[in-house]
């Protein structure tokens, strides 16, 4: 069955990086076989009230059942970024990291790899405190050929809850 998925990522830093992943299954002309339908809302992302990030967000979130947070170089540093994991786990959606650094971006460039969000992101699990990241697994798009792999990984993302 198709996964909603909403992605999470530095907006204004990744967003070239972001549209690869998110469109790699345009690419393939496999929408159905990939596993996951796209339900973020970079398109709308545009400066807005703290108030209407936040309502435009949640309103993204809903019917989705799985967010990969894709993984820049300032990813962890941005606090909409850290809102939509914890949006994400409370609300039970399956949640996956995907370093992005890797991808060329327009100018044929790649970055630096960045810090995981998913381990600044705690709950609590029988009693202790765990991060995130030791819940939820993290890939890498270029070296773990997420083109191919994307619908496992969403895929086995929910499992992991």
């Known amino acids: 069955m198709a996964k909603r998925v909403f992605f999470s990522f530095h907006y204004e830093r990744d967003i070239w990086r972001a549209s690869i992943v998110r469109n790699s299954w345009v690419v393939r002309n496999e929408r159905e076989d990939a596993g996951f339908w796209d339900a973020s ?46 949006e994400s786990f409370n609300r039970g959606n399956g949640l996956l990291g995907i370093f992005i650094d890797g991808i060329k971006d327009r100018t044929g460039r790649t970055d630096v790899r960045g810090l995981n969000p998913l381990s600044h992101v705690q709950t609590t699990r029988n009693g202790q405190t765990v991060l995130l990241s ?22 086995s993302s929910k499992a992991r809850l």
């Open 41 to 86: 809302l970079w398109e709308e992302a545009k400066r807005k009230g703290e108030e209407s990030i936040r309502r435009m967000i949640l309103k993204g979130l809903e019917n989705t059942s799985v967010s990969a947070v894709l993984i820049g170089a300032e990813t962890v540093t941005r606090e909409w970024v850290i809102f939509e994991i914890i």
């Open 134 to 155: 030791s819940i939820f697994r993290t890939y890498d798009w270029v070296t773990e050929d997420g083109y191919r792999n994307l619908a496992s990984w969403v895929e």
